[in-house]
């Protein structure tokens, strides 16, 4: 019966420290990969076991061996240096590359802002020539000296008794040539965009021809009163 106990007990011990043992190997192992993976991402550049990294992987953890001096206890260590490693830590290069990552979209950004004004510039541009904005500040004086040049020809004609017809013909054709003119800038839609600038400059100069014709029809009026 104690033979029966005593193998009971030192199976029991023997399967606590198998236990035990492993639950050491489980957090050793634990420890070794925490420090390879905080020495991959942000550091500090350390790993575990020293030797083994040394002998193994050397160019990878950047392992160099030292003498450090403490008395008695002195002796060769390992230590690790990044800049002798391959790999070099991860944050750092992943932050350099979002960096970078962020710098060609703010680039990209200020590109399509530059397209999107110049596409918007055209597009005004592109308004302004097929629409007359400037046409309704002139049509009240065309349609008033207009009505001057008819009347004041009508009347040349009526009072010459047709005597005037050489004179009043001219001005007719220099009026309705005029009128042509106004109305071809007046034109809008595709086949005849303009700028509104241009189209406005067109409109002075022909206001001040419609006014020297008008100054003409004037003095042919005075001509019928007085010798007709």
Same mark, same amino acid.
């Given at each position: ?6 193998? $009971? ?24 990969? +925490? ?140 009026? +309705?040539?005029?009128?042509?003119? $106004? ?46």
């Amino acid at each position: 019966m104690d033979s029966i106990m005593k193998k $009971i007990i030192t199976l029991c011990t023997f399967c606590v420290l198998v236990c035990l043992n492993a639950d050491a190997q489980h957090i050793t192992r634990d420890k070794q990969k +925490e420090k390879q993976w905080r020495s991959m991402e942000a550091g500090p550049w350390d790993f575990e076991p020293e030797w083994y990294y040394y002998f193994t992987h050397k160019k990878y953890s950047g392992a160099k061996q030292r003498w450090r001096w403490r008395a008695f206890k002195s002796g060769w260590v390992v230590s690790f240096d990044e800049s002798r490693s391959n790999v070099k830590r991860i944050i750092p290069v992943r932050t350099a590359a979002l960096l970078a990552q962020k710098e060609k979209v703010s680039k990209v950004e200020t590109e399509r802002l530059k397209v999107k004004e110049l596409y918007d510039e055209d597009l005004y541009k592109q308004a302004d020539r097929s629409t007359d904005l400037v046409y309704t500040s002139f049509k009240g004086d065309f349609n008033r000296m207009q009505d001057e040049i008819t009347d004041g020809l009508a009347y040349c004609m009526t009072k010459s008794k047709g005597k005037l017809s050489y004179q009043v013909n001219e001005l007719l054709k220099e009026n +309705e040539i005029l009128c042509e003119g $106004i109305a071809y800038i007046h034109k809008q839609g595709v086949g005849y965009e303009l700028e509104n600038a241009k189209r406005q400059k067109a409109y002075l100069e022909f206001k001040a021809k419609m006014k020297k014709i008008l100054v003409r029809t004037a003095n042919l009026v005075a001509v019928a009163q007085t010798h007709f």
